[in-house]
Structure formats: structure tokens, C-alpha cells
């Protein structure tokens, strides 16, 4: 089976890919699958795309050996699901990917806004150390 990665891969997982994938047809192409697929591939059978990738309904429609769609995200908006559900093709996606790291993240930004730090580091930047402005509010109320 051909399976073709799109928005390119760190090598160490081009490597673990291939190693655990061995006995199926890796390709890797690093630009998005809307900029890669714009004229009819027969040889593709699995799309593996990030969110960067627009999986349109022209695109599938290049794909006409397509049989499998997989997001490396939580999100699927970025392919049309109406034309792979046409064509009979699953879509897979990767529901929990990361949402620690994004409710730290969130949780982060939440205490920067809250205690001023962007307003903080660029004073520092500009070599003004004065506290008028900067005290911040407690978050549990």
C-alpha cells in the first residue's frame, strides 16, 4: 500500500514510520497536500495530512485510488468530509492529541494576561523599570 505524508516529517519520525510501516510504500512530501496534488496521482492510496493541508474536493478528486484519509490533528475541518463520504472513504483523526498541551498553554497565557508580562517584557526591552501599570489580578475570583 502507498501511504503518502504531506507537510513533511521530523526524521526521527520518517524513520520510526518506515520502520514500523515496513512493507508498505513511504513517500514524504513537505508541502501541503492542496500545493502537491494539483493533477491526477493514481498511486496514492492513504493521505496523511496536518491541519495545514486543505484536503478539498479537488484534491480527492486527483486521488481517484484514494482509500484512506488521515489527519495528524484533533480537528478535521480542513478536508471535505462530504466528498470523502461520497468516494466511501474514511477519514481518521487523532481526538486527544495534545490537549494537555493546550490547556497549559492556555492556562500560561490566562497568568501572562492576568500579571502583565507582555506588558512587563517589553518595558525591559525598552529599559523603563517602573511597576506603574503592572500589578496584576488574582484569577480565582
Known amino acids: 500500500m502507498k501511504l503518502t505524508f504531506f507537510d513533511g516529517l521530523e526524521p526521527a519520525h520518517k524513520d520510526l514510520i518506515e520502520s514500523e ?3 508498505n510504500e513511504i513517500e514524504v512530501i513537505d508541502s501541503t497536500i492542496h500545493e502537491a496534488i494539483t493533477s491526477v496521482r493514481e498511486d ?3 493521505a496523511v495530512v ?8 479537488d484534491v480527492i478528486q486527483n486521488l ?7 489527519t495528524r490533528s484533533t480537528g478535521f475541518d480542513h478536508i471535505d468530509l462530504q466528498t470523502a463520504d461520497t468516494r466511501n472513504i ?3 483523526n487523532v ?8 490547556a497549559e498553554h492556555t492556562f500560561a497565557l ?9 506588558r512587563a517584557i517589553q518595558r525591559v526591552k525598552t529599559g523603563s523599570f517602573t511597576y506603574d501599570g ?5 484569577i480565582k475570583d
Open 21 to 23: 510501516l515496513s512493507g
Open 44 to 46: 496514492i492510496e492513504v
Open 50 to 57: 496536518f491541519v495545514y493541508s486543505q484536503v478539498t474536493k
Open 64 to 70: 481517484p485510488n484514494l482509500k484512506l484519509i488521515v
Open 90 to 92: 474514511p477519514v481518521c
Open 95 to 102: 481526538p486527544y492529541y495534545g490537549e494537555n498541551t493546550v
Open 110 to 118: 490566562l497568568l501572562a494576561l492576568a500579571r502583565h508580562i507582555p
Open 134 to 138: 503592572l500589578r496584576g489580578v488574582d
